[in-house]
């Protein structure tokens, strides 16, 4: 909206703000779909959440072929923990 409104970019997020929307996405899409047709539906969100991050087309790539939303909650941590780490370096 701020852009529409006076064509000023706004800067994205922090990656701790990106992390904790994706979670939340991750667990209101499991919640709404169930976990089995959830993390299949989820593949896609994440995908967006990650691109243009350091190493995300392979995380995307490892992403799109896990089924047990545990692994890929533990995997979105793995990812994103070292991100922040070195942003906040």
């Known amino acids: ?5 006076t064509g000023e ?5 922090s990656l701790p703000h990106q992390l904790a929307t994706l979670l939340e996405h ?8 169930g976990v089995q047709h959830g993390v299949k539906i989820a593949r ?5 959440y990650s691109k243009g991050l ?3 087309n392979e ?6 072929f896990m089924d ?6 533990t995997a979105i ?5 070292p991100q922040i780490e070195r942003a906040a370096a």
């Open 1 to 5: 909206m701020q852009f529409l409104k």
């Open 9 to 13: 970019r706004l800067p994205d997020p």
């Open 26 to 33: 991750y667990h209101a899409i499991l919640e709404h779909y």
């Open 44 to 48: 896609k969100h994440v995908a967006w």
């Open 54 to 56: 350091y190493g995300s």
């Open 59 to 64: 995380f995307r790539t490892r992403i799109n």
């Open 68 to 73: 047990d939303p545990k692994a890929v909650e």
């Open 77 to 81: 941590l793995d990812f994103y923990t």
